[in-house]
């Protein structure tokens, strides 16, 4: 994966702007930050995980100040105690199963689902003090910054697939080509990142098979990356 900086300057080449008489630095990270917001956003193939505690018998768990600002979606949820993979559900799902009273029932917990943004649902109800979970959560990417300080610099390279700089570059050069009102050159960069979008999906979505693997041991597998977690 090249680096941010490495990525800028070729989109400067292909603007035909060296002398950045059209776009700043300022606007060309900020291009940069979009394109990862958006690969983020539209895959889910940046993923970090948070411990949960939870109390006995609380059918839910506040998950603020636990989920940073930078999470999108709870994607899966481990407990350690059984080795196993929760199932996600509803509560429309569970009342019609197990009846309008569900949530007062104590075991240990197979089932999860999200009640609003921030509030962790499970069924059953955690029936001690310490049993915490494992969330698996899609987030954002960290940010770069025109100085290099604060989050990350420009020498940073985002978490992805080596041969996806592609993405960023093209996410970059259809944003700024639609502010200079060059529309043709800009759906023709949109095509090409619509179809690198669509691998990164794919690769997110064949990272795991929870389905097939309930049990300890069992493979979470990144695509090409290779990475198990």
């Known amino acids: ?26 606007d060309l990270v900020l291009a940069y930050n979009n394109a990862l917001d958006e690969i983020a956003d539209a895959t889910e193939i940046h993923e970090l995980t948070a411990m949960v505690r939870r109390k006995k018998a609380a059918p839910y768990a506040d998950l603020r100040g636990i989920l940073g600002p930078d999470a999108l979606r709870v994607t899966a949820v481990w407990n350690p105690n059984t080795n196993r993979w929760l199932e996600p559900t509803t509560p429309e799902e569970l009342d019609s199963l197990h009846g309008r009273k569900w949530e007062g029932r104590q075991d ?21 003090d310490t049993s915490p979970l494992r969330l698996h959560y899609a987030a954002t990417f960290p940010h770069v910054v ?6 990350t610099g420009t020498s940073t390279k985002a978490e992805l697939p ?47 098979r929870r389905d097939k693997i309930q049990y300890a041991g069992a493979r979470r597998t990144v695509g090409g990356l290779g990475a198990r977690r």
């Open 1 to 26: 994966m090249k680096s941010a900086q490495q990525i800028i300057d070729n989109v400067i080449v292909r603007l035909e702007d060296p002398d950045y008489k059209f776009f700043s630095v300022s």
């Open 108 to 128: 240990y917990s197979r089932w999860w689902f999200m009640r609003g943004l921030y509030f962790l649902g499970t069924y059953p109800a955690c029936p001690d």
């Open 146 to 151: 025109e100085d290099g300080g604060l989050v």
């Open 162 to 208: 080596s041969d996806f700089s592609d993405a960023i570059e093209n996410h970059m050069l259809y944003e700024l080509f639609a502010q200079r009102k060059e529309t043709e050159k800009s759906l023709m960069h949109y095509r090409d990142y619509a179809t690198h979008e669509k691998e990164l999906s794919d690769l997110a979505n064949n990272r795991m």
